[in-house]
């Protein structure tokens, strides 16, 4: 996201400014605040002028935007257990950001220490037969403002076998 900031060097805020972004790909934006992709490193060169004073303040930065994330789950089950492996995988590197995994319906589910749920890999029983959703989520933060979340989700039907009842 781009977001021009723009006061005078007494701390003045600007109340009326016009952004002009210009991209180093030749791409003009003319607001204050924008989404964009910047997959690749690029110079940024921010304009601003004052429309009540016609003052104006240029600034240029190198921006780059986030690497992608996503989430891996696999899940099985054995009995009346539900197990999983789930991975996060932010450009490329693996388990470099959180894993939260949770299980629906969570009332169903026997836990003896929920730090299980922040493991890549991990087992917990069940009380009875059925379809659960088990999802693995992770995000990351960037700087002060901003981040980014993946989740996916599957679906297991767990079964009794018949020496379990």
């Known amino acids: 996201m781009l977001q021009a900031r723009f006061s005078y060097e007494d701390g003045t ?40 004073t016609g003052a104006t303040g240029q600034d240029e930065q ?55 749920f922040l493991k890549t890999t991990g087992t917990v029983n069940v009380t009875e037969a059925g379809t659960y959703t088990v999802e693995a989520s992770t995000g990351i933060s960037f700087a002060d403002v901003g981040g980014c979340g993946a989740f996916t989700h599957k679906t297991i039907e767990v079964t009794c076998n018949s020496d379990d009842h």
């Not at 016009?18 to 690749?40: A, K, M, N, R, W």
């Not at 995988?89 to 388990?95: A, E, K, S």
């Open 13 to 52: 805020y600007v109340e009326h400014p016009f952004c002009h972004f210009v991209l180093q790909d030749g791409t003009v934006i003319d607001s204050c605040y924008e989404h964009h992709s910047f997959p690749t490193a690029q110079n940024v060169t921010l304009t601003v002028t004052d429309l009540d």
């Open 62 to 116: 190198g921006v780059q935007g986030p690497g992608t994330l996503d989430v891996t789950l696999d899940v099985a089950s054995d009995g009346l257990s539900i197990l999983w492996e789930a991975h996060a995988l932010y450009d490329g590197t693996v388990d470099t950001t959180p894993i939260s995994i949770a299980i629906t319906p969570s009332e169903n589910v026997i836990v003896e220490d929920s730090r299980v």
